[in-house]
Nanobody, 127 residues
Framework: QAHVTEAGGGSVQAGGSLRLSCEVS????????VGWFRQQPGKGSWGIAM???????TVLSSLRGRVTASKDNSQNILWLQMDSLVPADTGTYTC?????????????????????WGRGTQVTVSP
């Protein structure tokens, strides 16, 4: 079964940048999906970037221009580069991998039987 580990969170001032990593092991990258999710304080979690086998990496439209996602094939890492951070970017960033499914922006659509989730990394952006 896949194992997912996130890293790179922290506290930054508005305007700063962070680069998050999602390392996935035990995962066949010829199929399936790896996704980044964000849960802002007091809100539900939602997908912000998706990598799907055979498809280009996709970032939530409202974040494009500030957030980019890229897949490092040599290290099996999905990077999340976040620039021009604002306080609204504060939240818990979690990564998930599912070798048996397409990508879903809604985390509740992911199959609990086949998806692996990381523990998340906290991002705090101060004004």
């Amino acid at each position: 079964q896949a194992h997912v580990t996130e890293a790179g969170g922290g506290s930054v001032q508005a305007g700063g940048s962070l680069r998050l990593s999602c390392e996935v092991s035990g995962f066949d990258f010829s199929t399936g999906c790896v996704g980044w999710f964000r849960q802002q304080p007091g809100k539900g979690s939602w997908g912000i970037a998706m990598w799907e086998a055979g498809e280009p990496t996709t970032v939530l439209s409202s974040l494009r221009g500030r957030v980019t996602a890229s897949k490092d094939n040599s290290q099996n890492i999905l990077w999340l580069q976040m620039d021009s951070l604002v306080p609204a970017d504060t939240g818990t960033y979690t990564c998930a991998a599912d070798p048996a499914s397409r990508c879903w922006w809604n985390p509740r659509s992911w199959d609990t039987a086949t998806a692996a989730w990381g523990r998340g990394t906290q991002v705090t952006v101060s004004p």
